[in-house]
């Protein structure tokens, strides 16, 4: 039989994952997984300004421990058959770089200059600029945020590039362009980082960076100009086509081959974000709405140019052709914190711990998520509940805003800490319902759900909620690294093992795992909690 297999890079937030699969059937190999070594120590990062750095040494370093883990464990005997690699990666995660598409903080004059490194998804240090840049679009002859759901984020590349530039004179004055991650990746593995020649991702550029090809690429310079006249100069070094994640984007550089023991001929996809390749890895299909479930959530569909025809889909991250699976649009929507929000409250619950019995905190640290869950389980929908909102890291969809804050309210002398966790759980499935509801409001149809991510795995309390929420099924892929393996069916259509998508998901994909049915009690009880947490979004978003 002949052997042909690929590589799957994933990129998360705290680490990175790589997996290698026999292309016939999805059969893992090996697998191997390192968390980013500076930003584990809180390395260039500042939670109180909202500003989330990481250092580009962190990629090369753990994409290098990564692969080599899963090159040891198959041993060159089964490494030799291997035919693709491909990466999925945050974002947007935008890095400004040199002439010559290095990132800046492999100089050594900005090594430690946290303006010169990667800008993870999740700063929020350029809400002023994605203001200037929202007001300007809406008055422009084009509205370049139209298919953005009619806000550019702060979260997004040209507000995050924008703001460096403009807080940053000596890193500005060496920025020649900048580099989505998920493109520089690319970029690096297969040796051309010259950014006017780099092929870039059309997942990151159409939902990060308002490019479309009736535009003629990205937005004009006449428009960024007014932003800023650098960002002309900028826009000049990105071409006016972009590239589907199942385009090659070349063969990995002859010097990382032997370091990381890869056949010289092992081809390079095009990265594209995490989110969208993992519903790819979930068997994404027209009308299935998947939720990639982590620290926050990214929700992604997937309908045919007929069924969309010219609407602009308001509120969301996004719809852009073929930025999932080409020949279809790809939506976009999510929750800027998901998990992140229940971490809060173990860190909040944790303080007395750490600060007064430190040498027990390892210990109670990984019990008390259970603790809270197994008191939150035997609570029904709205008893003594207290009412929140999930907005602790502002909100992405629908209708972005990142000034809005979490809250919570209902709040007695008699209220526990369960009552208060089972609230933050019903507050991101009331959040779930926002976007559920935008989608169908705005007549795209959602025939089912599917999850991925680590908490559709971990928590069955939380995936009922969100059933009974919603009141449709939800059904969980059983599937612990489902990014990493979109990232293998694609790298699999690159190198030409498969004509297709579809084909790949096809042969490689995952099963179905469990399936949460709704409650219909609850969800009408549900209902009504949910116009509390709409009366309360209201309120507290005009504050």
Not at 28 to 41: F, G, T, V
Not at 59 to 71: L, M, Q
Not at 398 to 423: E, F, H
Not at 446 to 475: E, F, H, N, Y
Request: hydrophobic share 40%; proline share 5%; aromatic share 8%.
């Amino acid at each position: 039989m002949n052997k042909r297999y690929v590589i799957g890079v994933d990129y998360g937030s705290d680490s990175c994952r790589a997996i290698l699969l026999d292309t016939a059937d999805g059969r893992r190999l090996a697998e191997s997984s390192c968390n980013y070594p500076r930003w584990m120590k809180g390395l260039y990062c500042d939670p109180l300004s909202h500003r989330y750095r990481q250092h580009p040494l962190d990629y090369i370093d753990v994409f290098k421990e990564a692969v080599g883990g899963i090159v040891s464990q198959a041993g060159p005997e089964e490494i030799r058959f291997v035919e693709g690699i491909s990466f999925d990666t945050t974002a947007s995660t935008p890095v400004l770089v040199n002439e010559a598409g290095v990132p800046l903080a492999l100089l050594p004059e900005f090594a430690e200059e946290p303006d010169a490194m990667f800008v993870l998804w999740k700063d929020h240090t350029a809400i002023a600029e994605a203001d200037e840049i929202n007001a300007l679009a809406h008055g422009w002859e084009v509205d370049y945020t139209s298919f953005s759901g009619g806000t550019y984020s702060p979260e997004w590349g040209w507000s995050k590039v924008l703001h460096l530039l403009r807080t940053n004179d000596r890193v500005a004055s060496a920025a020649y362009s900048w580099m989505e991650h998920c493109d520089w990746m690319t970029a690096w593995l297969t040796g051309n980082t010259k950014p006017e020649t780099i092929l870039r991702s059309r997942c990151a550029a159409g939902h990060k960076a308002m490019w479309r090809a009736e535009w003629g690429g990205m937005p004009s310079e006449e428009f960024l100009g007014k932003l800023d006249s650098r960002l002309v100069a900028m826009r000049r070094t990105f071409a006016a086509d972009t590239q589907t994640a199942d385009v090659c984007a070349g063969t990995i550089a002859p010097e990382l081959a032997a370091e990381l023991g890869l056949p010289e001929n092992v081809k390079v996809g095009i990265g594209a974000i995490d989110a969208h390749v993992g519903a790819v890895g979930a068997s994404i299909s027209e009308g299935v709405l998947t939720r990639i479930m982590g620290t926050s959530t990214c929700d992604i569909l997937v309908s045919s140019y007929e069924s969309v025809g010219d609407r602009q889909i308001k509120g969301i991250c996004g719809q852009v052709d073929g930025s999932v699976i080409p020949g279809l649009v790809g939506f976009e929507a999510g929750q800027a914190a998901f998990g992140d929000v229940y971490a809060w409250f173990r860190r909040l619950l944790m303080w007395p711990v750490e600060n007064l019995l430190p040498e027990m905190a390892d210990q109670i640290k990984d019990a008390v998520l259970p603790a809270l869950e197994k008191g939150a389980s035997a609570l029904q929908p709205g008893e003594a509940s207290p009412i929140a909102l999930d907005w602790f890291n502002g909100r992405r969809t629908p209708d972005s805003d990142q000034r809005v804050k979490g809250a919570i309210t209902g709040l007695t002398l008699g209220t526990t800490a369960p009552m208060v966790y089972r609230a933050l759980i019903e507050a991101t499935a009331f959040g779930t319902k926002a976007i559920v509801d935008r989608f169908k409001e705005e007549g795209v149809d959602i025939k089912a759900v599917r999850a991925i991510g680590g908490i559709s795995q971990k928590s069955k309390l939380i995936m009922q909620i969100m059933s009974d929420v919603i009141g449709m099924p939800v059904t969980v892929v059983d599937c612990d690294q489902a990014c990493a393996l979109g990232a293998a069916m694609l790298a699999a259509v690159a190198c030409g093992i498969y004509p297709d998508v579809d084909s790949a998901q096809k042969a490689m994909g995952a099963p179905e795992g469990c399936t949460y049915s709704p409650d219909m009690v609850n969800h009408e009880l549900y209902s009504k909690l949910y116009a509390e947490y709409i009366a309360l979004g209201s309120f507290t978003g005009t504050r």
